[in-house]
């Protein structure tokens, strides 16, 4: 018996390989974009695993820190630390900035932490150099960054030398994290300009409250305390053996008055709330492509068929079924489709590493992917099936 799709493809491999080649590229765009998803979701988690806490108490009334801002006062963590079933805390502060570096500016997440290791927040996963020792002016970059031990580094108008390297230490938008000291970062998150700290003690210094003898010292105080900055964004918490999160959150909640997520309530945050709209927008454009895939098998698929009438007409004449006929038209596309899941991987493997953002290809959604791919291929030949069973055997022997 005569295959009619191992002959289009022997005869015609040249246009069917280079439909495949097309196909592949749409396919590889496809898991690329199921990879970006991937990635956001890994980003986000691996900036929870790399916290190193258990709990994080914020703001109240917040999703901060990483989703909202947050507030609250830096001595919190001493009402924190007398929870009963904490083990230790750690204040913390996160600002998105631009870093520059000589001629280039590297977007990053500036994390300020308390010199020293072993708390809450610290950065992990040290490739080269050392933690952070200091009160002022050094800092911990992650590898994405480029900088290398040594590099003198501006963030607002202070320099930093890079004193540790770091590995996969990234924010939930995928920007590479620098640690710096817990000061000097909650100076960077709220300094003012040098006119506007000047326009501020003017404003001070007229204020008629000032010229009453009874609160001698108080305006300079007040001028002191302008260029400070005693908040931070979050106070991370690791819980004691034989404590449960969920107990521990509900008593600093009852007592304190503040906001407390666990790492499951933050890893819902993260995922289900930050990178919702991005999920959405991804999972349309997947759809879109799936589309669009499906009418390109099913235009290429339909050509082919149309021109093997002659060929369908002879086998139907010489007693061919439908159904082998069906059969014959569906392992085509099926090929098709084959080669273009092939190509689409291989492309996508390659390109990955140059995106900007981490592309996570995991081979359960290229499982997925071929799976969706052949029942597009087979659902995309109903129309060149359609057409190849109304063919007239007596076209066999027509002119």
């Not at 977007?107 to 200091?134: D, F, K, N, Y």
């Not at 506007?196 to 204020?207: C, G, K, L, P, Y």
Request: charged letters at 20%; hydrophobic letters at 50%; aromatic letters at 6%.
């Amino acid at each position: 018996m005569i295959s009619l799709a191992g002959r289009d493809i022997l005869h015609g491999w040249s246009k069917f390989a280079l439909t495949g080649l097309g196909l592949g590229l749409l396919i590889g765009v496809t898991l690329t974009m199921a990879g970006v998803y991937r990635g956001m979701v890994d980003d986000a988690r691996v900036l929870l695993n790399n916290s190193g806490a258990d709990l994080w108490v914020v703001q109240q009334a917040t999703l901060g820190p990483y989703a909202e801002s947050s507030s609250i006062p830096d001595d919190v963590w001493r009402s924190v630390a007398a929870v009963e079933g904490v083990a230790r805390v750690a204040n913390v502060t996160y600002l998105t900035t631009q870093i520059r570096h000589g001629n280039r500016d590297v977007r990053a997440m500036i994390v300020g932490v308390s010199p020293g290791t072993g708390e809450p927040g610290q950065p992990t996963q040290l490739v080269a150099g050392r933690h952070l020792t200091r009160g002022h002016h050094e800092a911990v970059a992650d590898q994405a960054t480029g900088f290398a031990l040594g590099d003198r580094i501006d963030i607002r108008r202070k320099t930093y030398r890079v004193v540790g390297l770091t590995r996969r230490m990234v924010s939930s938008s995928g920007d590479p994290m620098v640690f710096i000291p817990l000061k000097d970062a909650q100076e960077a998150q709220f300094l003012k300009d040098n006119d506007a700290i000047v326009r501020q003690r003017r404003r001070t210094t007229a204020n008629p409250a000032f010229d009453r003898p009874a609160v001698p010292g108080l305006l300079d105080a007040v001028i002191a305390s302008q260029s400070t900055n005693p908040y931070v964004n979050s106070v991370l918490v690791r819980i004691a053996d034989g404590h449960a999160q969920d107990d521990v959150a509900a008593s600093i909640r009852r007592w304190l008055r503040l906001q407390v997520y666990t790492r499951a309530q933050m890893d819902e945050i993260l995922v289900g709330k930050l990178i919702a709209t991005s999920a959405r927008q991804i999972g349309l454009f997947l759809v879109i492509l799936a589309i669009v895939s499906a009418a390109i098998v099913a235009f290429i698929i339909y050509t082919l068929t149309m021109g093997k009438i002659r060929e369908i007409a002879v086998l139907k004449l010489i007693g061919t079924r439908n159904r082998t006929i069906a059969k014959m038209i569906v392992q085509q596309a099926l090929g098709l489709g084959l080669i273009g899941f092939l190509v689409g991987k291989i492309a996508a493997t390659f390109w990955a590493p140059f995106f900007p953002r981490h592309v996570l290809l995991e081979p359960a959604d290229a499982g997925r992917a071929l799976f969706a791919v052949a029942v597009i291929c087979v659902l995309a030949s109903g129309i060149a099936i359609q057409a190849a069973l109304r063919v007239d055997p007596a076209e066999a022997i027509g002119g």
